[in-house]
């Protein structure tokens, strides 16, 4: 009889280990990390995301927008029409989650100063979103004469318009936006934010503050390919407005596209209702109605660098 037992649990050893490996797998599929691929690129279109990639990896951008779609076959659709912009930046992770960057653009020669953080991260279980921060600093690099004109509203009333003296602070402007994101399933991610934009100097009829809500958005089709969207309203709040009237409102943006996307590089194609590469620029001047007329094609390119 002690032969038999001597033999069944010599038997059983090897479920038992089975089973007690199958226990260890099973806690490792629990173990908490950041939710993979919530975000392909650190760009929504003219959104940043809560993506950050590794600490010392560089990531080189270019942001192009064509002409206005107005005239339709014959400049095709705004590619060959005037008043393209351009912008090329460059973004470098400092440190885990934090991100610097300088971006240049052919609209008003803006120089913009930005950083990124990303405090937060989804998780598989415990935190149910991303939060990230960014802002950025920007610099108008047009001639003097344009602030010395007597159609713009100065920050400073000590002087009259007429014996007004420039200064290198009324070049200036700046942008900050919360945004909250969630990845709902493999398909599906979804961001909101808020923001607020400030220009030194902005022409007589416009305010010099304002704040913006935001809404981004991807729906993945392939393994590679999103359907993305974005959606920015600069809010009309009469308490903080500078204007006599109240009567001139920068317009809300609308933009909508396909992102493709691989480990190193992500390029976005869309249209979108407006013309500007700058933040606090779309949210204070754009003016273009909500007319397929005033829609233009853009597209960004990125690719990651590692050191």
């Known amino acids: 009889m002690k032969k038999l037992y001597t033999i069944l649990i010599l038997s059983l050893l090897p479920f038992t280990y089975q089973f007690a490996q199958g226990q260890t797998d099973s806690a490792e599929v629990v173990v908490n990390k950041p939710v993979r691929f919530v975000w392909e690129s650190g760009y929504l279109i003219d959104q940043q995301t809560s993506k950050i990639s590794p600490v010392n990896t560089l990531e080189s951008v270019i942001q192009h927008k064509f002409g206005g779609m107005g005239n339709g076959k014959k400049d095709l659709f705004g590619i060959m029409a005037p008043g393209a912009n351009v912008r090329i930046a460059l973004d470098f992770v400092i440190a885990k989650n934090l991100q610097i960057g300088y971006g240049l653009q052919k609209k008003n020669m803006y120089s913009d100063f930005n950083a990124k953080w990303t405090p937060f991260q989804q998780m598989n279980k415990g935190m149910p979103i991303s939060v990230s921060i960014f802002g950025n600093y920007a610099i108008d690099g047009r001639e003097t004469s344009v602030w010395e004109a007597d159609s713009y509203y100065h920050s400073s ?72 969207f974005n959606g920015d309203f600069p809010l009309q709040i009469q308490s903080i407005s500078e204007q006599a009237d109240f009567t001139i409102h920068p317009e809300p943006i609308v933009s909508f596209g396909y992102e493709v996307s691989t480990s190193t590089h992500a390029f976005q194609i869309y249209v979108g209702s407006n013309d500007t590469l700058l933040p606090q620029d ?12 005033n829609f233009s094609v853009g597209f960004t390119i990125t690719r990651l660098w590692g050191f």
């Open 157 to 228: 009333d000590k002087y009259p318009y007429t014996t007004y003296k420039f200064k290198f602070v009324d070049r200036t402007s700046y942008f900050v936006a919360l945004n909250l994101a969630r990845k709902f399933c493999d398909v599906f991610t979804l961001q909101g934010g808020v923001s607020l934009s400030h220009f030194s100097v902005v022409p007589w009829h416009q305010d010099h503050d304002k704040v913006g809500l935001h809404v981004g958005g991807r729906i993945k089709v392939s393994p590679q390919g999103s359907i993305i």
């Open 282 to 293: 779309m949210m204070l001047n754009n003016m273009r109605k909500l007319s397929w007329d």
